[in-house]
């Protein structure tokens, strides 16, 4: 399978317990992107990445999160000291930013990890 | 500040009718807009996406259009069949202050009965 890993699929935590998340991007892509989305909602961008370099961050990034892209390859979304606020379903997503072709640039989305903090 | 709005939130029907999605935006200032597929619990699959410059997309059953004056694109799905149920998100990208990400409606939630 070529597509968006994302590991792990379920994580179901303590509050106040620190967690990470892993994205796997297609092999080509250079541009990473993650989203939340809770119940009810759409997905909400929280930051992303154009090969190693963490390009913009979302006012929905708390201080408690920190994302990584070290190789420019897969990235790591760690949340420090939980709340139940944070639980949500957490996406990653990924798509070949070519220079002036934002028009044609189509995301394509992994499975996600639902977090559940007790 | 752009707001996508999907209409209806939820939608049944019996199988085989066409039927319509609706997304609104309320800045036109888009480079792209993308309608997506979320089956329960899971991921989001990419259905279409229609650029700024074009009125419509097809792919199969299928069919978005885009009216980026008026700020609205539907997707119209013909001959619905069961398996066509679950969640359809919209989602534009626009000039505004973020380049990055894509701002999603709340997504209409479709059942199609056998």
């Known amino acids: 399978d070529t597509g968006v890993s994302q590991d792990p699929r379920h994580k179901i935590t303590k509050r106040g317990q620190n967690v990470t998340f892993r994205c796997d991007p297609i092999s080509e892509h250079n541009r990473l992107y993650w989203y939340r989305q809770t119940l009810g909602q759409g997905p909400e961008f929280l930051t992303y990445f154009q090969n190693e370099a963490q390009l913009e961050k979302s006012r929905l990034l708390s201080d408690r999160f920190s994302a990584e892209r070290p190789k420019g390859s897969f990235s790591t979304l760690e949340i420090q000291r939980t709340e139940q606020g944070d639980s949500a379903m957490y996406l990653c997503a990924s798509s070949l930013g070519l220079a002036g072709a934002l028009v044609t640039d189509t995301q394509y989305f992994g499975p996600g990890t639902r977090l559940t903090v007790l | ?114």
């Open chain 2, 1 to 114: 500040k752009q707001e996508v709005t999907q209409i209806p939130a939820a939608l049944s029907v019996p199988e085989g009718e066409n039927l319509v999605l609706n997304c609104s935006f309320t800045d036109s200032a888009i480079y792209n807009l993308q309608w997506f597929r979320q089956d329960p619990g899971k991921g989001l699959t990419s259905l279409l996406l229609i650029q700024s410059s074009q009125r419509e997309q097809t792919s199969g059953r299928l069919n978005a259009s885009l009216d980026k004056s008026s700020g609205r694109s539907t997707l119209y799905i013909a001959a619905s069949q069961p398996g066509d149920s679950a969640t359809y998100l919209c989602a534009v990208r626009d000039y505004g202050g973020s380049q990055g990400n894509l701002i999603f409606g709340k997504g209409t939630k479709l059942s199609v009965k056998p």
